[in-house]
């Protein structure tokens, strides 16, 4: 971890993002939605198809109806408005069945995640569909986790939706958790994410525990460069970071149960 998140503490709440922070959605996520976006293009007569890593390269972080819009721009054709929502509504259901079907339980976010969720308020804070990310945490096993009404969408959790980097879902998320500011520590995996907590007032760790073998790194430069507080390589590093008292040998007393800051 660096820097530590300790001088953080106390605050109360964790505002984590589910796409690759949660699980490693984000890959076949993207296989799944590049096939939409190709019929998406066929239906609008264009030729310019689009892979699933190109898609997950440009867009990460940003949902498909903030992408799709923008790649009818890049193509010189209009997309109207009730064009998008049919289209917006299939990629919804194929992304969400992809999921559902190949994502699968891993103790290495689930064990350090409970110890986190004992201490810790936590919500999910995500760009992607509410019915999306619920399909998401029952598949991984963390639903339990994740207290009811504490899931908020950027595409069905406002009045308008408005994808990340908008910080819009973040202040939603405080406002209805009543966090402001240090009161709440967002995790976050894309610049987009980063964006939209920082701008949102919330300190942010950039985690790179999903990231490509290689691009840890490079993704961990973005984060920062983007406003990350700190860099975090896996769940346990935070887990262990937050929870763990330095000054005991066994390691095992919480922080804030020892009234330590
Ligand atoms: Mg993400």
Redesign the pocket.
């Known amino acids: 971890m660096t820097p530590s998140l300790r001088p953080l503490l106390p605050f109360r709440a964790l505002l984590l993002?589910?796409?690759?922070?949660l699980f490693p959605s984000?890959a076949p996520a993207y296989d799944a939605s590049a096939d939409v976006t190709n019929d998406l293009m066929e239906s609008l007569g264009v030729a310019r198809r689009y892979t699933a890593v190109e898609l997950r390269r440009d867009h990460?972080?940003r949902n498909f109806r903030a992408t799709a819009p923008l790649l009818a721009a890049e193509n010189d054709v209009a997309l109207p408005a009730d064009v998008l929502e049919h289209w917006v509504a299939a990629e919804k259901e194929a992304v969400t069945a992809h999921l559902a079907r190949v994502l699968r339980p891993d103790p290495e976010v689930g064990e350090p995640l409970r110890r986190l969720a004992d201490a810790f308020e936590v919500a999910v804070v995500s760009s992607s569909a509410a019915k999306r990310v619920a399909a998401c945490l029952e598949a991984t096993g963390l639903a339990p986790l994740v207290p009811d009404g504490r899931l908020f969408s950027a595409e069905d959790s406002l009045p308008r939706p408005i994808s990340k980097p908008d910080p819009a879902i973040y202040s939603w998320a405080g406002a209805r958790l009543g966090v402001t500011g240090t009161e709440a520590l967002a995790v976050?995996?894309?610049e987009v994410?980063v964006r939209a907590a920082v701008a949102a007032g919330f300190p942010v760790v950039g985690l790179v525990h999903f990231a490509p073998a290689g691009e840890a790194e490079h993704l961990a430069d973005l984060l920062r460069a983007a406003g990350a507080t700190a860099i975090a390589s896996s769940w346990d590093e935070i887990a262990q970071d937050l929870l763990e008292d330095p000054d005991t040998v066994d390691g095992g007393r919480s922080a804030l149960a020892t009234g330590r800051t």
Request: one cysteine or more.
């Open positions: 993002d589910a796409d690759g922070c984000e990460t972080g976050e995996d894309s994410g």
